[in-house]
């Protein structure tokens, strides 16, 4: 059974850094693309950062660009997203998904976690 | 990069069919065969219904289809049930190197 585990959320002042982390199991994790996406609670779905499966190829919504960034650890089955310099408006549900492929262009995200709770305020 | 545009809400009876539609443009929609759609229901993870405009994952009904003409993709889907009152979410890659969702679309079931 595929499982996707966020953690790391929290509640976290503007301008402050915050590193989430995904543990994947139930799939041979090396052999696909992974993505970030978040959800503000109560509106849709934004599409946060994806990364191919070597890590070779990383891609970055314009909203977050130069402030956060995507990684994995194929050995540890696990994602990682560092976001530096939060804002308010980075408050949100954030989605750790598998892309049924290896390159994440594709955006065929075809298993999801239960997400993890960003809270950015002073 | 905006958002795909899809309509805030849709219903039907059950037994009838309905189609969601997600307007974009030649940069994303229009450009690309990476478009999928998402079911979601509030407090659950999204589920993946459809992908590369067409294709269905192993496990999901037939009563679920989609398409594109140009710039639109549409979702339908058919023989209406309860249990498919849901928020649906389009997606697509675009030509800036990202991924872009529509702004979601509620199902209510009469």
């Known amino acids: 059974e595929v499982q996707l585990v966020e953690s790391g959320g929290g509640l976290v002042q503007p301008g402050r850094s915050l590193r989430l982390s995904c543990a994947a199991s139930?799939?041979?994790?090396?052999?696909?693309?992974m993505h970030w996406v978040r959800q503000v609670p109560g509106k849709g779905l934004e599409w946060v950062s994806g990364?191919?499966?070597?890590?070779?190829?990383?891609g970055y919504a314009d909203s977050v660009k130069g402030r956060f960034t995507i990684s994995r650890d194929n050995a540890k089955s696990s994602l990682y997203l560092q976001m530096n310099s939060l804002r308010t408006e980075d408050m949100a549900l954030y989605y750790c998904?598998?892309?049924?492929?290896?390159?994440?262009?594709?955006?065929?995200?075809?298993?999801w976690g239960q997400g993890t709770l960003v809270t950015v305020s002073s | 990069q905006s958002a795909l545009t899809q309509p805030a809400s849709v219903s039907g009876s059950p037994g009838q069919s309905i189609t969601i539609s997600c307007t974009g443009t030649?940069?994303?929609?229009?450009?690309?065969?990476?478009v999928s759609w998402y079911q979601h229901h509030p407090g659950n993870a999204p589920k993946l219904l459809i992908y590369?405009?067409?294709n269905r994952p192993s496990g999901v009904s037939d009563r679920f289809s989609g398409s594109k003409s140009g710039n639109t993709a549409s979702l339908t889907i058919s023989g209406l049930q309860a249990e498919d009152e849901a928020d649906y979410y389009c997606?697509?890659?675009?030509?800036?190197?990202?991924?872009?969702f529509g702004g979601g679309t509620k199902l209510t079931v009469l």
């Open positions: 990364i191919s499966w070597s890590s070779g190829s990383v």
């Open positions: 997606s697509s890659y675009t030509s800036s190197t990202t991924l872009v």
């Open positions: 998904a598998k892309d049924m492929g290896p390159v994440w262009r594709r955006a065929s995200l075809d298993y």
């Open positions: 590369d405009v067409s």
């Open positions: 139930g799939f041979t994790f090396d052999d696909y693309a």
């Open positions: 030649s940069s994303d929609v229009g450009g690309y065969s990476y």
